[in-house]
């Protein structure tokens, strides 16, 4: 089975500090990660995803998600919040033989402070 | 189209009614899935199509719940004797192919579905 944790289900930025959103996952399986992001009234937005190839991934609007196997993590950050970056961020894992769907964490709203 | 459509985007619906939930997917994504976003919370796996076939329905939560792709295109979500606990958005995603590979699922904006 797989599970995606992300910890802390509020994170409250000033704008221009840096941004980091955790995500630990657990899988039996060498995973797929995602990070989603999902404005207000909208749907799931794909930031950037991690399939074995390089252990940084580098995504839309500057974001980026560093692979630790060792950890079992894929934290998101981003160097510098922008007021446009405020909304809810999750994680979600995709096993190979997960039956192809995914598995997300509960989300983390991101808050940014002027 | 451009996007995967759900309609309606607001469903209000009376307990122990029947809801019908429609998605359209991204033109020639063969694969479809939906999932329940309850408040506050990540969005659950409900059921997966492959073509027209349910290839894993494991997520549906009792025999109230049923999802449809007859023709491999548009696919419908059907609630039965609806609960208030099943008050919560039902988002659609469609991909190209099989998901194993890590290719990526198009969400839609999803319907809210409230039962008093």
């Known amino acids: 089975a797989q599970s995606v944790t992300q910890l802390g289900s509020h994170v409250s930025v000033s704008e221009g500090a840096l941004v980091l959103l955790r995500c630990n996952y657990s899988?039996?399986?060498?995973?797929?990660l995602f990070w989603y992001v999902q404005y207000p009234n909208q749907g799931l937005q794909l930031l950037l995803k991690?399939?074995?190839?390089?252990?940084l991934v580098k995504g839309i609007n500057g974001f980026e998600a560093e692979f630790k196997k060792s950890e079992t993590s894929f934290h998101l950050t981003k160097p510098s919040a922008h007021m446009s970056d405020a909304a809810e961020y999750f994680c979600?894992?995709?096993?190979?033989?997960?039956?192809?769907?995914?598995?997300f964490g509960g989300g983390t709203r991101l808050m940014v402070k002027p | 189209g451009a996007g995967v459509s759900q309609t309606p985007s607001n469903k209000v619906t009376e307990k122990g009614k029947y809801v019908e939930l429609r998605c359209d997917p991204i033109?020639?994504?063969?694969?479809l899935y939906w999932y329940r976003q309850s408040l506050g919370q990540g969005p659950e796996f409900l059921i997966y199509?492959?073509?027209?076939?349910?290839?894993?329905d494991s997520g549906l939560p009792n025999d109230r719940f049923f999802a449809v792709r007859p023709e491999g295109s548009v696919s419908t979500l059907k609630i039965q004797r609806t609960e208030r606990g099943d008050s919560a958005v039902y988002l659609c995603?469609?991909?190209?192919?099989?998901?194993?590979?890590?290719?990526?699922?198009?969400f839609g904006q999803g319907t809210r579905l409230t039962v008093v």
């Open positions: 995603a469609s991909s190209l192919n099989r998901g194993g590979l890590g290719t990526e699922a198009f």
């Open positions: 899988s039996s399986v060498p995973p797929y």
């Open positions: 991690y399939t074995s190839a390089a252990t």
């Open positions: 979600a894992v995709m096993g190979v033989n997960a039956g192809n769907m995914l598995t």
């Open positions: 033109s020639g994504h063969t694969a």
């Open positions: 199509f492959q073509g027209t076939g349910a290839a894993d």
